[in-house]
C-alpha cells in the first residue's frame, strides 16, 4: 500500500537489492569479457574466478528488478544472467561419453595398466600439511594408476611412503624448485624419460615421465603448479600459465596436465593455455563444476574450480569427481582418461 505517495518499503528495498545485484552482476561479467592481455590486472583474476557466481547474483537482479519493475536493471540483469548461463551451459551439456572400455576399466576392482585407460589423480597438500594416509586411501579407493601431487614436502613424501604409496604407485619422480616445497608425480608402471621439469617456468618445477598404454599410445604426464595471483603476484601467474601454454609448440609428444593450475577456464589465460589443442576434462565431459577451493573453511564450501585434468588431442576423458583430503586446501580431483582409437 502506498501512504501519501511514498514507494512502499517492500518495493524500496527490491529496487536496492536489484540495483545492488545488477552492478555486481555486470562487473563480474564485464571481468570475464576481458581478453587475455588485460589478465594481470589488480584483483582481477580473483574476481574471474567467482564468474560463476555472476550468473546467480544476475539471476536474483532479474527477479528483484521484475518485481519492483526497475526494467533497466532487469535488462542488464537478463544480458548478464545470458552470459553466465552461456559460459557455464559446457559443463552441464557436454556429450562426450567414454567408450564402454574406458568405463570398465574406470569401475574394475584393480587397476588395469595395460589397457588404454587410467584413472588419473591431482592433488594439491597445501604445503605437506595433507594427510598423507588420507592420499594412499584415495588412490587404492579410487584404482588410481597415475597420481600428481603439488607443494610436496620432504617429510610429506616420507609419510607418503610411510602410508604405502610405493605398493600402490612404484614409480615416481619429485622435484622442488627452492628445497622447500615441490610437485611430484606417481606411477603404477614404470615412467619413460622421468624429468624434474618439462616446463621451465619460474613458478616451480613440473615433473613428467611418460607412460605406455596397452595399444602402444605414449602419453606424457606433467605434474602442474602455477603461481598463486596473489597480491602483487598478478604478472607473474598470467606469465606462470603462458609457460604452460607454450607447451602447445611440442607437437610430437601427448600431454596430460595434472595439478593445480590457479585459474579457473573463465580466466582467459587459461583458455589461451588450451588453444584449439588442449581440452579441460571438467568442460569437456559435462560432468558439471569440480570446485576444488578452498576445502579447509568452515562453512564455506569450494567455490573456485582451480585444478585441472587438461589433455591432449585424441585424447578423452571421463568420471570426474572431487574428493575432501583432511589438512589440505584444496580438494583432490580424480578422472578417467582414454588413449584409445
Known amino acids: 500500500m502506498t501512504v501519501n505517495g511514498r514507494v512502499p518499503w517492500v518495493r524500496f528495498i527490491g529496487t536496492v537489492l536489484a540495483r545492488l545485484l545488477t552492478a555486481i552482476a555486470l562487473v563480474g561479467t564485464g571481468a570475464r569479457l576481458l581478453p587475455g592481455r588485460f589478465a594481470d590486472w589488480p584483483f582481477l583474476p580473483e574476481t574471474v574466478s567467482l564468474t560463476p557466481w ?41 556429450d562426450h561419453d567414454l567408450p564402454k572400455e574406458a568405463l570398465a576399466a574406470g569401475s574394475a576392482e584393480l587397476p588395469v595398466t595395460d589397457d588404454d ?37 620432504e617429510g610429506f613424501v616420507a609419510g607418503l611412503e610411510r602410508a604405502g604409496i610405493g605398493k600402490l604407485l612404484p614409480y615416481a619422480k619429485v622435484a622442488s624448485a627452492d628445497g622447500e616445497y615441490g610437485n611430484g608425480l606417481w606411477s603404477a608402471t614404470p615412467m619413460g624419460s622421468p624429468a624434474r621439469d618439462d616446463v621451465d617456468s619460474a613458478a616451480s618445477q613440473m615433473p613428467a615421465g611418460t607412460v605406455d598404454f596397452g595399444s602402444g599410445r605414449r602419453v606424457r604426464f606433467v605434474s602442474v603448479h602455477t603461481t598463486s595471483p596473489g597480491v602483487g603476484k598478478w604478472d607473474r601467474w ?25 585459474a579457473s577456464y573463465d580466466h582467459a589465460p587459461f583458455r589461451d593455455l588450451l588453444g584449439s589443442r588442449f581440452r579441460d576434462a571438467a568442460r569437456y565431459s559435462g560432468h558439471g563444476f569440480t570446485m576444488s577451493w578452498p576445502n579447509d573453511r568452515p562453512g564455506v564450501p569450494p567455490f573456485a574450480a582451480i585444478d585441472h585434468i587438461v589433455f591432449d ?16 586446501d584444496h580438494r583432490a580431483l580424480v578422472g578417467t582418461i582414454w588413449v584409445g582409437v
Open 117 to 153: 585407460a587410467a584413472r588419473v589423480m591431482t592433488a594439491n597438500v597445501y604445503k605437506g600439511r595433507a594427510d598423507p594416509q588420507a592420499i594412499v586411501q584415495a588412490v587404492r579407493e579410487n584404482r588410481v594408476e597415475v597420481l600428481a601431487l603439488q607443494e610436496t614436502t
Open 313 to 328: 588431442r585424441g585424447i578423452q576423458a571421463g568420471q570426474l569427481r572431487t574428493i575432501s583430503i583432511p589438512g589440505s
Open 54 to 94: 555472476f550468473a546467480l547474483a544476475a539471476a536474483f537482479a532479474l527477479v528483484l528488478g521484475l518485481a519492483s519493475r526497475r526494467w533497466l536493471s532487469a535488462l542488464l540483469a537478463l544480458a548478464c544472467l545470458c552470459a553466465g548461463v552461456a559460459w557455464q551451459y559446457p559443463f552441464f551439456a557436454a
Open 238 to 262: 598470467k606469465r606462470s600459465l603462458e609457460d604452460v601454454g607454450a607447451m602447445k609448440g611440442h607437437v610430437h609428444t601427448s600431454y596430460v596436465f595434472l595439478g593445480d593450475f590457479n
